[in-house]
């Protein structure tokens, strides 16, 4: 989603209308996000050079309407729609990671004995009437050893109140990514599998 000052992942919604006048312009029109993604693989651990390396944006096009994001969509706004109705705090947190995550291993993928990273940032859309979650806290064990004692002071404090004061509710979008493009000649649009 964009303005004219850029991309913007957070939608704030400050009453039952706002909700309401939301569905109704997000669903069955596509929502154009960009994100942000890294992925590199190498063969065995001691490589010097990755043998696949991919960073950039990739314009992700949400089709609302697609049978694996629709009704995940309308339970979460159903459920924003109560709270909001209770006087209370919500955010809708829509998650593409798994999706691209998954994309990028089918796009370039690899034979045994593959290692590979994947990064991506700004792949998660907010739908919220308080603020959006911060995701620095939700680190690996690594993390956890080494920063322990910052780590152990911190996030149980900012999980608890998070808790107490709004209700998140998370949609890990796993509907499968698709390459398209449209032909310059014709103007159709094909499935690129490569």
Known sequence: MGTKDGMINQINISSIEDLESFHEQIMGVPVLLR?????????????????????????????????????????????ARKIIQSQGKFCIQIDFGTAIGKWLKKTYPRGYCGLCRLRNHRARLYITNYDKQEH???????????????????????????????????????????????????????????
């Open 35 to 79: 994100v942000w993604a890294e992925f590199v693989q190498n063969d065995y651990i001691g490589a010097a050079q990755p043998d696949i390396h991919f960073e950039g944006d990739l314009a992700l096009l949400v089709d609302t309407s697609h049978p694996m994001i629709r009704p995940e969509l309308e339970k979460a706004l159903d459920q």
């Open 136 to 194: 620095c806290l939700d680190c690996n064990a690594v993390w956890c050893l080494v920063l322990g004692p910052c780590w152990l002071l911190s996030a149980p404090c900012y999980k608890i109140y998070r808790v107490i004061k709004c209700k998140d509710i998370v949609i890990d979008v796993t509907a499968p990514i698709v390459r398209r493009t449209t032909l310059a000649i014709s103007g159709k649009v094909i499935e690129v599998t490569r």
